[in-house]
């Protein structure tokens, strides 16, 4: 099983972006998929999390802004981000787990698949 995470990039304050992970040699229902980030200087948090079955899981920072969805026909798992902040600022990665509770997704200390970081820098 691999991901393949992408669409980061540079936007102003207040622009958007939207990462995607794709899984490759499974399938995303049998995943939960979280997406994490790392900011320089600052501890890994965790961001959002969807499952097929149960749902999709923000962390309060970026909850109303943030929006999780998945096109299975593509086996890709999208995180739309919008009114992005320089707070936002951080390399994110995608990781899937079999057995993830969404809502542990910042907190798990092991996953079982990681997807490489892509870039997000938000200034002006």
């Known amino acids: 099983v691999q991901l393949q995470a992408s669409g980061g990039g540079s936007v102003q304050p207040g622009g958007s972006l939207t990462l995607s992970c794709t899984i490759s040699?499974?399938?995303?229902?049998?995943?939960?998929i979280g997406w994490l980030r790392r900011a320089p200087g600052k501890e890994r948090e965790g961001v959002s999390c969807?499952?097929?079955?149960?749902?999709?899981y923000y962390e309060e920072s970026v909850k109303g802004r943030f929006t999780v969805s998945a096109d299975k026909a593509k086996n890709t798992v999208f995180l739309q981000m919008n009114n992005l902040g320089p707070e936002d600022t951080a390399v994110y990665y995608c990781?899937?787990?079999?057995?993830?509770?969404?809502?542990?997704?910042?907190?798990?200390?092991?996953?079982?698949?990681w997807g490489q970081g892509t870039q997000v820098t938000v200034s002006s």
């Open positions: 990781v899937a787990d079999n057995a993830m509770i969404l809502s542990s997704v910042g907190t798990r200390s092991a996953y079982k698949y």
């Open positions: 969807f499952s097929s079955s149960t749902g999709e």
């Open positions: 040699g499974s399938n995303l229902d049998y995943f939960a």
